[in-house]
């Protein structure tokens, strides 16, 4: 049963633009919301997260969004750098801090 | 210190062999989580510890697996008989107790069973 759910497994993005990644839950008991980056070889690097009581929170170039009557959150990467080219997961999580994992969306920044 | 550490990095086995991996955690995180990453799917929970107690595990885990966390600090996961099925990126991670989501992940040992 996938709670978190990923629906675009790539994009790419020219250097410079905006990057805009997308998440959907169905658990509406999940109360925390985190992306994760990841490089191969390496383990998922935390980004960012939003509690589910904020519909945005920004770090630097990156900004998340909630909208938690959708079930739906963004990522936005601006401006995307060839560094941001990896795999980013959507992760969601309630009480127990366990979390749920999408699919993962591979970036690719193109100079 | 060095965040957390895990081995072997990669292990290749025969069906039916008995595998151990090993996490390090880091020092000061009470919580130690086991994730399992198969191809174009994202980590899955498989168990977690609060200092040496096994708080939860999930049906993932069949009964050919277990995890143990002597003495609250490195962990081990132990796959018995495995199975092609089994082949798998397996990650570890650690968190205080509180702020707990701040998970830190290992890099993950790869396991292929020919």
């Known amino acids: 049963d996938q709670q978190v759910k990923q629906n675009s497994p790539s994009l790419s993005v020219q250097e410079g633009r905006i990057s805009i990644l997308n998440c959907d839950y169905t658990?509406?008991?999940?109360?925390?919301f985190l992306w994760y980056k990841k490089y191969p070889a390496e383990g998922p690097t935390f980004l960012i997260s939003?509690?589910?009581?904020?519909d945005k929170n920004e770090d630097g170039r990156f900004t998340v969004f909630l909208n938690k009557s959708a079930k739906h959150l963004s990522l936005h990467i601006v401006p995307s750098q060839p560094g941001d080219s990896a795999v980013y997961f959507c992760?969601?999580?309630?009480?127990?801090?366990?979390?749920?994992f999408g699919a993962g969306t591979t970036v690719t920044v193109r100079a | 210190d060095t965040g957390v550490s895990q081995n072997p990095r990669h292990k290749i086995t025969k069906r039916g062999q008995n595998v151990t991996f090993r996490c390090d955690p880091i020092?000061?995180?009470?919580?130690l989580y086991w994730y399992r990453q198969t191809l174009g799917q994202g980590p899955e929970f498989l168990t977690y510890f609060q200092n040496e107690a096994q708080l939860e595990k999930s049906r993932l885990l069949s009964d050919r697996f277990s995890a143990e966390r002597p003495k609250g600090s490195f962990s081990t996961l132990e796959i018995q008989r495995t199975e092609q099925g089994d082949s798998a990126m397996y990650l570890c991670a650690s968190s205080p107790t509180t702020g707990a989501l701040s998970y830190t992940f290992g890099s993950g040992t790869r396991l292929t069973v020919v």
């Open positions: 992760a969601a999580s309630g009480y127990d801090y366990k979390l749920s």
């Open positions: 939003i509690s589910s009581i904020k």
């Open positions: 020092s000061e995180h009470n919580r």
């Open positions: 658990n509406s008991m999940f109360d925390y």
